[in-house]
């Protein structure tokens, strides 16, 4: 069936780079874009009116980790300032007696609430890291039920993280199953890429540069070339990290996964935000932004993750300079892909000390093209002639737009996840008038908050502290 969108402003794709077109047009016919442009005059099946709506390629995020919102809520753990908003370390490391209670996790619930709240943010791929962990047969059929386009794949390391009765973190070591996990991921690599209709990539995701052994980061460059897919790794991610590996290692993470040759074109970083030079760090020497721009290597940033941790990166424009290819994903709720984008534009100012920091262009580069590079497609992130289906509609006729000249500014300026008017993808429409289409949210919501409920139940079950959650995080306001 052939599609017409008219009457938006377009960002239509000029060969080398994105251009908007004021009422423009777009046609897509299945699965496929056929015409970008100002006047189509061949007969449609349907026309869709986008008057004041930016028309935008699906946006891609590439760092997401599916699962209910309620474990966020730890992020900001008071008990762990011990650890230098490591993130991950606060939250992620239960005692050892408890840790078949922690992060609760599931398919049907959690998983599925985020993949469609991501959606409806206009997000049309998204790299979904370790998401396929679990029930990697359920997890796929989920995927395919959302509809979202997804590079997926199980997560493994050598360590496990664990946490003593005084909140000590203990590193506990097992090479085999740092083998048995890369295992796990090569076959659902072998068995799932190009599932879902072609919707489905597979990645290796191997979890930190501080939490696998330098060998299994060997064998994962060769596991992923043996099965054509890329490697996405979390890379100086926090302190800890970093002077762990400055410890083990004598050189930075970045240093490391040069030395290993484990840095190319095809291999994305997470994160990426303790470079040598950080104000954090005092670590002056080297120049890992260098290695990694020399490498090819991209880099997945996601901004409000670090400024709910009162962290920067210093800075978006710095690595964007240094020659990196940059993407930005939605590591903490809400995963709400536009607000990331106006959050690394306003934090590059904020460490550049520049207003001219952080342009709109770049940031939107980011979530097309970028993340289109990241995953080594050509087809996804912009529109023209032969390009995927999927597209994002934004409603800008709104009073908290008012006045638009530049419709990519005013996006990055104002736009939240409720501006999203329709998502396609693979040219079918997931979300109308706001509202996604293949289930009924209201629903989806009452079980998300019987499970975030049980979430927060079970911290007192696995935490070092052995204390509940309000006591963890305390609410904003006493309780009653």
């Known amino acids: 069936m052939k599609t017409l969108i008219q009457g938006g402003w377009v960002v239509g794709f000029a060969g080398k780079e994105h251009e908007v077109i004021k009422d423009g047009v777009v046609v897509y016919d299945g699965n496929r874009v056929e015409f970008v442009g100002k006047e189509y005059g061949q007969p449609v099946d349907k026309k869709i009116d986008a008057k004041g709506c930016l028309v935008s390629p699906g946006f891609i995020d590439t760092h997401f980790h599916s699962g209910i919102n309620a474990s966020d809520y730890i992020l900001n753990d008071s008990t762990k300032t011990d650890f230098f908003a490591s993130n991950y370390l606060a939250h992620g490391g239960p005692t ?116 696998c052994t330098p060998a299994l980061m060997k064998e994962t460059k060769i596991a992923a070339k043996d099965a054509g897919v890329g490697i996405q790794i979390h890379a100086t991610i926090n302190l800890f990290e970093f002077h762990t590996v400055m410890q083990r290692e004598r050189c930075t993470p970045i240093e490391l996964l040069k030395k290993i040759g484990f840095l190319a074109p095809d291999v994305s970083l997470s994160h990426c935000i303790f470079v040598s030079g950080h104000s954090w760090l005092a670590y002056p020497y080297g120049d890992d932004l260098k290695i990694i721009a020399d490498s090819g290597s991209s880099v997945a940033y996601s901004p409000l993750k670090y400024l709910k941790l009162g962290i920067l990166m210093e800075s978006f424009d710095r690595y964007r300079l240094a ?158």
């Open 96 to 211: 050892r007696e408890g840790a078949h209670s922690a992060h609760l996790k599931d398919v049907d619930i959690g998983q599925r609430f985020s993949l469609i709240h991501v959606l409806k943010s206009g997000v049309t791929t998204t790299f979904d890291i370790g998401g396929a962990g679990g029930e990697p047969e359920r997890y796929v059929d989920m995927i395919d039920q959302v509809g979202i386009r997804c590079v997926a794949g199980p997560s493994y390391k050598n360590v496990a993280f664990f946490h003593d009765k005084e909140g000590r973190l203990e590193y506990d070591w097992n090479d085999e199953r740092g083998s048995k996990g890369l295992q796990t991921a090569v076959e659902f690599a072998k068995k799932y890429n190009g599932a879902c209709s072609g919707r489905m990539t597979a990645m290796l995701f191997p979890g930190h540069v501080d939490s």
């Open 323 to 480: 020659g990196i290819n940059m993407g930005i994903g939605t590591d903490t709720f809400p995963k709400d892909i536009l607000s990331d984008m106006r959050y690394a534009a306003i934090a590059s100012r904020v460490a550049d000390k520049s207003f001219l920091a952080g342009h709109p262009r770049d940031v939107f580069n980011s979530i097309t093209l970028g993340g289109a590079k990241m995953l080594g497609r050509d087809d996804l992130g912009r529109l023209q002639k032969g390009a995927k289906a999927d597209i994002t509609i934004v409603n800008l006729r709104d009073i908290a737009f008012g006045a638009v000249r530049d419709p990519v500014r005013s996006l990055m300026e104002t736009a939240v996840s409720r501006d999203v008017r329709s998502v396609i993808v693979d040219g079918e429409t997931l979300v109308d008038k706001g509202q996604y289409l293949r289930l009924n949210e209201e629903d989806l919501l009452e079980k998300v908050q019987a499970k975030g409920e049980e979430v927060w139940d079970s911290v007192s079950k696995w935490h070092w502290t052995g204390k509940a959650i309000d006591e963890v995080v305390p609410p904003s306001f006493q309780m009653r």
